[in-house]
């Protein structure tokens, strides 16, 4: 498994170069050379100027986001499959993919677009204001690592899960250790027909989720299960203290399977989230 989770993390990162890279040096091109013609500007005019190069250089920019997300799916597809035969092309017809893909390179469009617009109507006074469009330009970075990140997941599932139907075995769902609720709550799961429970994909439950889907093996999905459990019952989860004590309350509700030890951790750590904190000061005792 761990083998399997590096190659998934290579395969991510290497999409992650291939699509944001290029895109995130041309815009601290053009947020560099904007800082340097304000930094020279003495005149309203020549700040005016610098903005509308800046807006132009935006406008000019052609990222192939969509054609360079679509080239990688098929090697996420077999990175995901690990060694089985599998066709791409269910993939690249999978409606949630496509749309991932379509929005990635809308959005990047749509962001130069507006960016530059905004840049000539732009206060661009004062430092602040000039920080502040410089944001503006790279702030498109982190939605589209998002949509990368869905991406990336997709395409790992589709091959792992082809995979799963021919060889006839069953995947179980990794998550990270400290992840969010919903994810550590499926962690151990397993599949049922090639579907994780309540048609849960991998990689898609929230932006930048990580989770995968890897062949059952020696037991893996009970001790995966297990893991989360105790992580649950411990509040080692990603999450505000309400939605640490509501999954608490939720996994001692619906699974049956905990041991006493993860059971007493559970209760002991609902104890600590909901006691009442004593304001800073007063007496104790
Ligand atoms: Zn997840």
Do not use: N
């Given at each position: ?27 601290a ?7 340097a ?50 066709d ?20 990047v ?47 790992v ?6 995979a ?12 990270k250790?400290?992840?969010c ?88 750590t ?16």
């Amino acid at each position: 498994m761990e083998e399997y989770l590096r190659r998934v993390a290579a395969y991510r990162e290497h999409v992650h170069r291939l699509v944001t890279g290029q895109l995130s040096a041309d815009l601290a091109a053009v947020t560099a050379r904007l800082a340097a013609d304000l930094a020279a500007a003495r005149t309203p005019g020549m700040v005016r100027a610098a903005a509308r190069r800046a807006a132009a250089a935006l406008r000019g920019l052609r990222p192939d986001i969509a054609r360079l997300l679509a080239a990688a799916v098929p090697e996420g597809v077999r990175v995901g499959a690990s060694g089985a035969h599998v066709d791409p092309s269910q993939a690249l017809a999978d409606p949630a993919l496509r749309d991932a893909i379509r929005t990635a390179a809308m959005l990047v469009r749509r962001h130069a677009a507006r960016t530059a617009a905004s840049l000539t109507a732009l206060p661009l006074a004062t430092p602040a204001q000039q920080r502040a469009v410089a944001a503006r330009i790279g702030s498109v970075m982190a939605t589209l690592d998002a949509i990368v990140d869905l991406a990336v997941g997709l395409a790992v599932w589709h091959g792992a899960r082809q995979a799963a139907r021919t060889r006839h075995v069953e995947l179980v769902w990794v998550a990270k250790r400290g992840c969010c609720p919903r994810c550590a709550r499926l962690a151990g799961t397993v599949t049922v027909d090639g579907e994780f429970p309540g048609g849960a994909v991998p990689g898609r439950v929230h932006q930048h989720c990580r989770c995968v889907g890897v062949e059952e093996e020696d037991g893996l999905a009970a001790r995966l299960a297990g893991t989360a459990a105790a992580d649950i019952a411990a509040g080692h989860t990603a999450a505000s203290t309400p939605q640490r004590v509501a999954a608490i309350r939720d996994l001692l509700a619906h699974r049956r399977d905990l041991t006493a030890r993860t059971r007493i951790a559970a209760a002991v750590t609902v104890h600590i989230l909901t006691r009442p904190r004593t304001p800073a000061g007063s007496p104790t005792g």
